[in-house]
């Protein structure tokens, strides 16, 4: 990373790395997620492979609020097709 920190492998690997190690103490969704960002500015937005290293360290962010409620399926009663 010193030596080329505008390295797009080497960030998405350590983005990963961080993301999804099995040891809790070096994973770090933050810096993963921080790092991800930087690939994805430094691809101009123009990869849709990014949005995938963009999600990994998602679930170790501790950020509920990115969860969308399920909706409820409407009942038979509530179908929009009826039967006349």
């Known amino acids: 990373m010193q030596i080329d920190p505008d390295n797009l492998h080497v960030l998405i690997y350590l983005a990963q790395v961080l993301a999804s190690d099995e040891n809790p103490k070096v994973r770090d969704g933050h810096t993963a997620f921080a ?13 849709p492979a990014m949005l995938d290293v963009l999600a990994w360290p998602v679930p170790n962010l501790g950020v509920s609020t990115m969860r969308k409620k399920p909706r409820r399926r ?3 009663r509530q179908s929009q097709w009826h039967d006349e």
Not at 36 to 46: D, F, I, M, R, V
């Open 35 to 47: 790092l991800a960002s930087k690939a994805n500015t430094l691809t101009g937005g123009a990869q």
């Open 74 to 76: 409407p009942s038979s």
